[in-house]
């Protein structure tokens, strides 16, 4: 098994997958970095004719970075797509940039893109994850036939390495542009998310902290669902140990939250700190699966309901929970 060629990853935006194509080798519109969406499919597929790639923040750990293919053949088919970092210097050494996939959050090295006609435009099944803060923002894309990697050997030029490129229409190059917020903590990772429900449906998702220093900035983010908290942790009142915010998620949302921290100027971070996030379904009342619930200022504190989260007239049933403990 080798390169997927019925599924196109352009070079550039004019790339129709022609053998052998022409233009730019690392300005692929199919590489893609982005803030998260609410439906990948539907958004990617609909600005497939321009480029819709925003700037890597380099003060971010968690970057967000999608891909798509279009189908060349007239039946099925499907791929899996692999994404390395790289750097001008690197481009000719797959053997060193082997070694640098991005993964998903749930630690996959590759997404699975799968098209059902002819000229469909597939989405990964799950986003990948760039660390903005590491360098190497030069990146290779590869569709493989099937989920063993194959790569080829070092190239003895960079004429090479374009040569095979724009003779592949499953490998593309992209050269990110950069941006620095300034936005840089401590901590960052993405915890994840669903709506397992057929329309939209009001969800609570919190982060409870433990054993951080007075005065640490933490909180809970996902711009496409409106969800955004930060609060400041004191260990002398519980009432700051804890944020949560609440919105309607999108049928079949399945997606991430974003978690962060940021520690005082000279705080060290400290052994067995701790992040519990939990998300929780909003039943009313009158629903069954709500004396399975919990009322809100019992699942979520009372910081959280005194910034007006949610009334008594809600149960919260707690769906998923992880913890990132720190050793």
């Known amino acids: 098994m080798a390169y997927n060629n019925k599924l196109l990853l352009r070079e550039n935006p004019a790339d129709t997958g022609g053998i052998v194509s022409h233009g730019s080798y690392s300005t ?61 210097s690197l481009f000719l050494k797959p053997s060193q940039w082997r070694y640098n996939p991005l993964k998903t959050p749930k630690g996959a090295s590759y997404v699975k893109v799968t098209a059902s ?20 923002y030069c990146i290779v894309g590869i569709v493989n036939d099937s989920a063993a990697e194959t790569l080829p050997s070092d190239f003895k030029s960079l004429s090479e390495f374009v040569l095979w490129v724009h003779e592949n229409p499953a490998v593309a190059a992209r050269n990110f542009s950069l941006m620095a917020s300034g936005n840089r903590n401590d901590y960052e990772s993405l915890f994840v998310i669903c709506n397992v429900r057929p329309s939209a449906t009001l969800y609570t998702v919190s982060v409870q902290a433990s054993k951080l220093p007075d005065g640490t900035i933490f909180g809970l983010e996902n711009t496409a669902l409106r969800i955004s908290k930060t609060g400041i942790f004191y260990a002398n009142d519980e009432m700051t140990h804890i944020v949560a915010d609440s919105s309607p998620w999108p049928a079949y949302y399945d997606g991430y939250v974003r978690v962060f921290a940021k520690l005082p100027t000279g705080a060290a971070w400290p052994k067995e700190a701790e992040f519990e996030v939990s998300y929780y ?30 009334g008594g007239a809600q149960r919260l049933v707690l769906l998923g929970r992880c913890t990132a403990k720190f050793v």
Request: proline share 5%.
């Open 28 to 88: 692929s519109p199919d590489i893609i970095s982005h803030s998260l969406v609410n439906d990948p499919i539907a958004f990617f597929r609909g600005n497939y004719g321009v480029d819709p790639n925003e700037r890597i923040d380099q003060s971010s750990r968690t970057n967000p970075v999608y891909a798509r293919v279009k189908n060349l053949q007239s039946e099925a088919s499907t791929g899996y797509l692999r994404l390395y970092r790289a750097n001008a």
């Open 117 to 136: 006609a002819s000229g469909e435009i597939a989405i990964g099944d799950d986003v990948f994850s760039l660390d903005g803060t590491q360098g190497n």
């Open 281 to 310: 379904y909003a039943a009313t009342l009158s629903e069954n699966i709500s004396k399975f619930g919990r009322e809100p200022v019992e699942a979520i504190g009372r910081r959280a309901v005194a910034d007006g989260l949610h």
